[in-house]
């Protein structure tokens, strides 16, 4: 094998499924100079025309559905329910969703104007930003890639994507560009690794839109104030969740599993800390440990098709393996009990979901991002403790709060600091294109989705809108003492309460007076 070459692996058995490399500085700019010619046909295409080829991507996911999540799956072991509830399905939502916003957020808006511009029209245009450069993570190689690229695209944009070295999915995206029909080059997925995102960014794009670890966010913005380039950054999260001791049982133990351990907790709004009410403590452990041991984890079996039935798949890389153990054998050093799964095998890409009690914040299972299937649970007293423990991370990205009681539900999320919460389940605000998604402190900068899914990707233009006439703006030259004193007269008359409509209008009319008079000839 090439020195250079990046092995791609299948997580599940092992198995190199092909090469990639990184690409060259003379590649990096041919592909900027693709997107630019594309820039300008893009832009120069109706909302209705950019609609019906993203339209061509809601197909292609509707007929080659079993394809899509069969290089998924190959690429990132995750279990096929997985893949195709958050990466096709949510896919073909985004899509539905974005036909209907997308152009009302993209029409002219005509906005109000201050006093002091009366007369005067004023719009916000909403327009291209030029290329975006959307760099991506591996736990949704599929989603991650195409939704930021098609809200770019909507909003009139060419795309440059680099996916994630570690599932690049070239594959799915040599078939999505030959049989979707989509647009040649509006979207350029161009594979490497991190030198490849490197020299892409040094060419200047327009807008970045990163996904993936706070660690890259952090050089990646760095890069981009060196340019002054704008910047989204979607990183890490450590979720809290907490569990009031009013809760029906069974629903909260079956939906804290499922936001603890779906994509096998390479999630980054994956609950990774839970909180719960000492009055049912002992009883909501007890049922959690015994429906998580009933889950069917993917198998160390190499000859097992494991994605396909399995609830919990495998991890994707070799690099998070070690750091799920790292965390697991530090909170075992430090007190924690481990109440089901563990290390079973050292280096295994198969981890069994993981309860953890007894665990505190020194312990890097409930202090640092874990994206594993690991659960670390502590017990708390009352409300402001939780309050308290859940807010105690550097991160800020989503939680949960499970009560019968909604609006101390309601009271415990605004005091959460956070960018997404959801009150009697999980992460769910995710799968609502809706919402804007994003977080606060180390969990990033800026909001995908929502209405500023499409928005983050333009130029926000402010235009004023004047008439051509003989009039001379008080606040043109010359500035003479007569003016400045009818401006004061003016902003007292308008401002203080209450209004002097009366003197308003006099001294309106002497300082248009006074303007055509005292211009400068
Ligand atoms: P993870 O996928 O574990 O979240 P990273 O956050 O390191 O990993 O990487 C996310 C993406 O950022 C990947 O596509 C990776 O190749 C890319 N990347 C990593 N380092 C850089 C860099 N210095 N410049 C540009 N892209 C980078």
Not at 208 to 224: D, L, N, P, Q
Not at 449 to 474: A, R, W, Y
């Amino acid at each position: 094998m090439d020195k250079n070459n990046i092995p791609i692996i299948n997580p599940i058995n092992g198995q190199t499924l092909y090469e990639i490399q990184e690409i060259s500085v003379e590649q990096a700019k041919a592909v900027f100079q693709t997107a630019k010619t594309m820039e300008t046909k893009i832009r120069q295409m109706s909302l209705e025309q950019r609609i019906a080829e993203v339209e061509k991507i809601n197909q292609y996911v509707l007929e080659h559905g079993n394809f899509i999540l069969d290089c998924i799956i190959a690429e990132t072991g995750k279990s096929r329910t997985d893949a195709f509830a958050a990466e096709v399905f949510e896919v073909c939502d985004v899509i539905d969703v974005y036909k209907k916003l997308a152009p009302k957020l993209l029409k002219d808006k005509s906005v109000p104007i201050p006093i002091f511009l009366m007369g005067k029209k004023a719009q916000q245009w909403m327009e291209p930003l030029g290329t975006i450069l959307v760099i991506t993570p591996w736990n949704f190689p599929f989603y991650q890639v195409i939704v930021p690229a098609l809200l770019a695209f909507l909003a009139g944009n060419a795309v440059v994507v680099k996916p994630s070295e570690v599932t690049p999915l070239v594959p799915l995206w040599n078939d999505f560009f030959v049989k979707s029909g989509f647009m040649k080059d509006a979207i350029q997925v161009v594979v490497g690794g991190k030198e490849t995102g490197a020299l892409l960014l040094a060419e200047r794009p327009a807008k970045v839109h990163f996904t993936g670890s706070v660690r890259t966010g952090k050089k990646i913005g760095e890069a981009c104030a060196k340019e002054l380039i704008p910047v989204d950054l979607e990183l890490g999260g450590k979720d809290p969740s907490i569990v009031f001791d009013d809760v029906n049982i069974d629903r909260t133990v079956n939906g804290v599993m499922w936001g603890a351990f779906t994509n096998a907790g390479q999630n980054c709004t994956g609950i990774e800390r839970l909180y719960v009410q000492e009055g049912i403590y002992d009883k909501f452990i007890e049922t959690l440990v015994d429906k998580t041991k009933k889950l069917k984890t993917s198998s160390i079996d190499r000859n097992t098709k494991v994605a396909e039935d399995c609830d919990v798949g495998a991890i994707t890389s070799a690099f998070q393996v070690s750091i799920i153990e790292d965390h697991i054998e530090d909170a075992v050093a430090k007190g924690a009990k481990v109440l089901c799964g563990g290390i079973e095998q050292k280096g295994s890409h198969h981890i069994k979901p993981t309860i953890l009690v007894d665990c505190n914040h020194s312990m890097k299972i409930a202090a640092e991002e874990t994206f594993g299937p690991t659960l670390a649970i502590m017990k708390f007293k009352t409300e402001e403790e939780a309050i308290r423990l859940a807010n105690d991370s550097p991160y800020g990205l989503s939680a949960s709060v499970w009560s019968k009681d909604i609006e101390r539900g309601k009271r415990v999320a605004r005091q959460l600091v956070c960018g997404n919460v959801c009150i009697n389940n999980h992460m769910i605000n995710e799968a609502n294109p809706y919402l804007p998604f994003g977080g606060v402190k180390d969990s990033g900068i800026g909001r995908f989705k929502g209405e500023e899914g499409v928005l983050t990707f333009c130029n926000h233009k402010s235009v004023i809108i004047d008439q051509q006439s003989n009039m001379i703006e008080p606040h043109w030259y010359p500035f003479t003492q007569s003016k400045y004193e009818l401006l004061n007269n003016l902003m007292n008359a308008y401002f203080r309460k209450p209004k002097n409509w009366l003197k308003f209008a006099k001294n309106g009319l002497r300082i248009d007076t006074i303007g055509k008079k005292e211009q400068i000839k």
